[in-house]
């Protein structure tokens, strides 16, 4: 025990010397299999002391205890955790380990409140909103954004090591509840929103947190906290910088940042590519795949659970790297992702494999992205570079169109790598080439007119409070009742860009009615909730591994841009 102990300390003093990074500390078990952890940290990521608090159950979140600052330095907070496990033998009870961390760990405000400088609770945009009582909606949501804001303290700055944030060096939005830190794709939607209040200084700052965290770490990360180091989440990096530029043609900020722009392309291209082979031709593709193979130290307890399905240790580790690479698809958890394992159709959680799936929205995304560094390079004057990403971006695209789109339904479906059939099955996400104008813009009326027709054949239509994540109910939270923000945005303007009248008016019904559901439900409880029941309008929706959030940054972004779209005289 003691032994093992010291070696803990070995690497936490590592650690506090630099020399372990971002990446994740590989060792083997006891049958010499790579075990890929959630980052270096002995406390937040990985082991004894992490797996004896969350597997005691003091808290109902797991992601309560990893969210806690040390009242001691890592070393010393690990000393006492060792001497507490041999007074007790090795076997302490729950209100032991209850007492340790009641004297070694703290809640506290790891950022501190914030509110952005260039806050005006009187944008233009209200200025151009015909309707009063909407114009009345968008200023309360305009007002949350201070509520939101937060800052890296002091304390975190100066003694890293005792909390699991990782600092930023400007002001930032959370999404809200226990979302306290900063979120990669959330972050999209919150920008929208922030430069559609007039918040431009706000949106520079957050872009250049992200560009602070891939210097850093190589990529952007999930989430603003060490044990997302393992994990990205959908890249949007590049649309979040097109959106700012639109609004302020900053270039400077281009010529500033484009080495992380670029680095964050390269991120995924090197670890999350694979072939993928249709009809005789090979592409090259994307997917969500995380290396690291042990459980979410936000949801240890969770993971543990849902994994013991399996009886050997290989297959266990299989599950856990599966729930990760959920986690970085950004809908944790969906039917989307679920497999039986003889047959291929959907089944649990536990036989999870998002790896598996080549997802239509990943590739939409990162094909817009090649082309908006293109165009940064082109900005430059980078000819060479401006025509190396172009030609990727064209690329993309073109197998977007092979491997995803059945002309049949008229809409792109998700691929399954292994059995080398698409996933006929409806998620908003299969009109996310449409969002991210991944297709021949030549044919976009008729992509238009077909996924109007296929959203109305699937009876989409028929739900009044959003369009639903999916119409397979499995008590997961991104699947039926659930209607998210970020995934009407996909369907309402992907079917909006297109021009197409039919698809126009599916568009403009489905945009008004987001926003009037969202404003029944701030009536009746005065708060914004992260998602809503896609069959009882205004209502808040549920499922998953925690109770539904508040707040909530991504559903003020969305609402304020549909606001924007079809409430304004502009």
């Known amino acids: 025990m003691v032994h093992h102990r010291s070696a803990v300390i070995l690497v936490i003093t590592a650690v506090l010397l630099g020399q372990i990074q971002s990446s994740p500390i590989l060792r083997n078990d006891d049958r010499g299999t790579a075990i890929v952890q959630s980052c270096p940290s002995p406390i937040y990521c990985q082991g004894k002391l992490l797996e004896v608090v969350q597997t005691a159950h003091i808290f109902n979140d797991s992601k309560t205890f990893v969210d806690m600052s040390q009242v ?24 032991d380990v209850r007492q340790f961390v009641g004297n070694n760990f703290v809640r506290e405000n790891e950022t501190v409140s914030w509110t952005p400088t260039d806050f005006t609770d009187s944008p233009l945009i209200l200025n151009f909103i015909t309707d009063e009582q909407i114009r009345t909606f968008a200023k309360d949501l305009i007002n949350i954004w201070p509520i939101l804001g937060r800052k890296t303290s002091e304390e975190v700055i100066n003694n890293p090591d005792q909390h699991s944030l990782l600092e930023v060096p400007n002001g930032f939005i959370v999404p809200g509840g226990r979302f306290r830190e900063l979120y990669y794709w959330d972050s999209f939607w919150i920008m929208k929103g922030l430069l559609l209040s007039d918040m431009y200084l706000t949106v520079k700052g957050m872009l250049g947190n992200i560009c602070h965290l891939i210097n850093k770490y190589g990529f952007m990360p999930n989430g603003g906290r060490v044990y997302y180091l393992n994990r990205s989440q959908p890249p949007l990096f590049t649309l979040m910088i097109q959106q700012y530029l639109k609004y302020t043609e900053d270039y400077d900020w281009i010529k500033d940042n484009i080495q992380c722009v670029q680095k964050e392309m390269d991120f995924w291209l090197k670890n999350r590519t694979i072939n993928v082979v249709k009809d005789g031709t090979t592409y090259q593709l994307a997917h969500y795949g995380p290396e690291s193979n042990t459980p979410r130290p936000e949801s240890y307890e969770k993971d543990l659970k849902t994994c013991s399905f399996y009886g050997q240790d290989e297959q266990k580790k299989l599950c856990y790297k599966s729930l990760k690479s959920g986690a970085e698809t950004g809908w944790d958890f969906s039917s989307r992702w679920f497999f039986d394992q003889t047959e291929g159709n959907n089944a649990n959680l536990s036989y999870i494999r998002a790896q598996r799936v080549v997802p239509v929205d990943l590739n939409s995304f990162l094909c817009t992205a090649f082309g908006d560094l293109a165009e940064f390079y082109g900005i430059l004057g980078d000819i060479v570079n401006q025509k190396t990403w172009q030609e990727r971006s064209d690329v993309w695209k073109h197998a977007i169109e092979m491997v995803f789109y059945d002309s049949e339904e008229g809409i792109w479906f998700d691929w399954d790598s292994e059995l080398h059939v698409a996933r006929r099955f409806f998620f908003p996400s299969n009109f996310a080439p449409l969002w991210a104008k991944a297709y021949d813009e030549n044919k976009k009326d008729d992509y238009g007119l077909k996924a109007a027709d296929y959203f109305l054949r699937k009876g989409i239509d028929q739900f ?45 019904t489905f945009g008004k009615r987001w926003v009037l559901a969202n404003m029944k439900g701030y009536d009746e409880n005065k708060i914004m909730f992260e ?4 069959l009882d309008p205004g209502k808040f929706g549920g499922g998953g591994e925690y109770v539904v959030q508040s707040g909530f940054g991504w559903t003020n972004g969305v609402a304020l841009s549909f606001i924007d779209l079809f409430y304004t005289n502009k």
Not at 72 to 88: C, G, H, I, Q, R
């Open 72 to 95: 001691y330095p890592a070393e010393v907070t690990l000393k006492n955790f060792w001497d507490m496990m041999n007074s007790k033998n090795g076997t302490p009870s729950r209100d």
């Open 464 to 508: 009044l409070g959003g369009i639903p994540t999916s119409l397979e109910q499995t008590g997961e939270q991104w699947d039926f009742r659930n209607a998210w923000p970020p995934l009407q945005e996909f369907v309402v303007l992907g079917l909006l860009q297109t021009g197409n009248s039919n698809a126009t008016d599916v568009a403009i």
């Open 531 to 534: 998602k809503y029941d896609a």
